[in-house]
Nanobody, 127 residues
Framework: QVQLVESGGGSVQAGGSLRLSCAVS??????LGWFRQAPGKEREGVAV???????SYADSVQGRFTISQDNAKNTLFLQMNNLKPEDTAMYYC???????????????????????WGQGTQVTVSS
């Protein structure tokens, strides 16, 4: 059982930045990703990184968010810049054992089929 623990959420004004972290208990999962869920909305994929270091982003965050990982420390990051009020949501870290590209994972695997999830961290952006 892989355990994921997020941290780094908080409140920020529009235009500000936050960096989310996710501690992953082991390195057996081949794709890691960040998802978010706003009140009353379905969970959506934000960014995914695969075992070859390739990344893929939702159109809404492209150019503003950057996903990265520290393999030595089994930690996943999401750097979020130029935050907007519409980025307000609970952000979740997820992991999956399947081997595929980040592009395929973000677009072809529904969130409910990912193997492992963290408990989430809240991000609130005020205007």
């Amino acid at each position: 059982q892989v355990q994921l623990v997020e941290s780094g959420g908080g409140s920020v004004q529009a235009g500000g930045s936050l960096r989310l972290s996710c501690a992953v208990s082991d390195n057996t999962c081949r794709i890691l990703g960040w998802f978010r869920q706003a009140p009353g909305k379905e969970r959506e994929g934000v960014a995914v990184i695969d075992s070859d270091g390739r990344s893929s982003y939702a159109d809404s965050v492209q150019g503003r968010f950057t996903i990265s990982q520290d393999n030595a420390k089994n930690t996943l990051f999401l750097q979020m810049n130029n935050l907007k009020p519409e980025d307000t949501a609970m952000y979740y870290c997820a992991a999956d054992r399947r081997k595929m590209t980040a592009f395929q994972a973000l677009r072809d695997i529904p969130w409910w089929l990912w193997d492992y999830w963290g408990q989430g961290t809240q991000v609130t952006v005020s205007s």
